[in-house]
């Protein structure tokens, strides 16, 4: 595999570079001396602002590009590009080196001490921007790579000038066992990216190859709520740290309560007997639980109490997580990246303990195979919502071949008794929804695709 050396810059071309991890990877390198060149289906925020720093970006991917780019040391490429690509199949008939997203971005941490990687099924990318409050705070001055767009430092990346980096690490294709982690945290380990893994024991065993990832220095910090935790921590040297419900964990919350906002405020209590009031400034009970995995990495940091305390009060939150967009005639309108059945739970949960009338769920699935093997859970956690409208199915990477739509997701539901309409276009469900939605109700936006532009188009009305 080739090997990049931070102190030795080269010409580093990436495939796909307008990707929220991929332009973070170049802006990271160019900061430090790199000649990045790349290229990408279409123009975006991030290949504008990649070429704000001077970056050449081609749009449309064709061999000539590499040809026009060379000599070319390395060639980066993400999980979607495929064989067929005319850049990939140009580099490996050339034999120039290439590298995964994943194994560029495990090189970049070696660089760091103690590289702090995020992962878990859900909640990685609050997470990783809640402990990234907490480092800026203290002012660390951290390498940051999140995978939204965090306000507090106008994108997903933050070039830093320490020895301290911050990433999420992502479980599909197995992509974070590519990395170097000094401190692992583990959120949680759900059934999910089933095109992928065979089951949840398949996801369960790439967690723990992960763990054994974890140098005898370093750290797991891990939710203990997680069934049979023992299993991904058992005969490793590393330090281990858990936090989750019950006093049988290293963190646990107490004296929970929640303001008009659905904002938790809970007494943080950790095993040496110490405890503190943590007020939470984004809303949920699921976000109780991410204020504690950050507790417990600051606390390993040597983070002062004060700035705990204030990052996380102060923490407004990332581009599409529970992220309020306006009102419409007296309608409140939230957008939310809730993709998984228990992601969805969360938000809607999290949704009772905010203003409401009625609480509607605009939701449009992700990929065919997930919608496939979760249909039953993703019936159950959208009927908490008191009325769902459901868009057709966000291909992504696929294609239909499972033979199920939208239209099977809605009669699940009405089956479970519950309010639900289906609408093939954006147009339709923007129609029903001024025609339906009264003053004081409150409408999320919900999926992983395209369905924030509802709430736009309505905002715009």
Not at 412 to 418: D, M, N, P, S, V
Not at 443 to 449: D, F, Q, S, V
Request: charged share 20%.
């Amino acid at each position: 595999m080739y090997t990049i050396d931070l102190q030795k810059p080269v010409h580093v071309y990436f495939i796909g570079i307008g990707g929220i991890s991929m332009s973070g990877l170049a802006h990271i390198l160019q900061s430090k001396g790199f000649k990045i060149s790349g290229s990408d289906a279409k123009e975006s925020e991030n290949t504008k602002a990649l070429e704000a720093l001077g970056i050449k970006v081609y749009y449309g991917q064709k061999e000539e590009n590499l040809i026009e780019s060379l000599p070319i040391d390395v060639v980066v490429y993400t999980a979607a590009v495929h064989a067929d690509n005319p850049e990939y199949a140009y580099a490996v008939k050339n034999n120039i080196p290439m590298l995964t997203r994943a194994e560029l971005l495990g090189q970049i941490m070696k660089g760091y001490r103690l590289p702090v990687c995020v992962s878990g099924t859900h909640g990685k990318t609050t997470t990783t921007s809640m402990i990234s409050k907490v480092m800026l705070e203290a002012d660390l001055d951290p390498t940051l790579s999140i995978g939204g767009i965090f306000k507090d430092i106008g994108g997903n990346i933050k070039v830093g000038g320490s020895d301290l980096f911050v990433t999420e690490a992502c479980e599909y294709t197995n992509s974070f066992l590519s990395f170097f982690p000094g401190v692992a945290v583990i959120l949680d380990i759900d059934a999910d990216h089933l095109d992928f893994f065979k089951d949840l024991d398949d996801i369960r065993h790439s967690f723990r190859k992960f763990c054994e990832l974890v140098p005898d220095d370093g750290y797991i910090v891990i939710n203990g709520d997680i069934d049979n935790v023992s299993y991904f921590t058992d005969g490793l040297k590393c330090h281990v740290i858990t936090y989750g419900t019950s006093s049988d964990n290293d963190y646990y919350p107490t004296d929970i309560s929640y303001n008009e906002y659905a904002c938790a405020t809970f007494t943080l209590n950790r095993k040496n007997g110490e405890s503190d009031v943590i007020s939470v400034g984004v809303p949920g009970e699921h976000n109780v639980f991410n204020a504690l995995a950050t507790a417990a990495v600051s606390d390993i940091f040597g983070v002062d109490e004060p700035h705990i305390k204030k990052a996380i009060a102060d923490f407004g939150g990332t581009n599409r997580r529970f992220e309020y967009k306006g009102v419409v005639d007296g309608v409140t309108i939230i957008d939310d990246y809730a993709h998984h059945p228990t992601e969805i739970r969360a938000t809607l949960e999290a949704a009772k303990n905010y203003p409401h009338k009625n609480i509607w769920c605009v939701f449009q699935p992700h990929t065919y195979t997930r919608t496939k093997a979760l249909m039953d859970d993703f019936a159950s956690a959208l009927s908490l919502a008191d009325n769902v409208v459901l868009a057709d199915i966000y291909a992504a990477r696929e294609t239909d071949t499972l033979g199920i739509s939208s239209r099977t997701l809605q009669n699940k539901i009405i089956e479970l008794g519950h309010n639900c309409n289906y609408f093939p276009s954006f147009e339709e469900i923007e129609k029903f929804l001024l025609q339906n939605c009264t003053e004081g109700d409150l409408l999320i936006t919900m999926g992983a695709g395209d369905i924030v532009n509802v709430g736009h188009h309505l905002l715009g009305k």
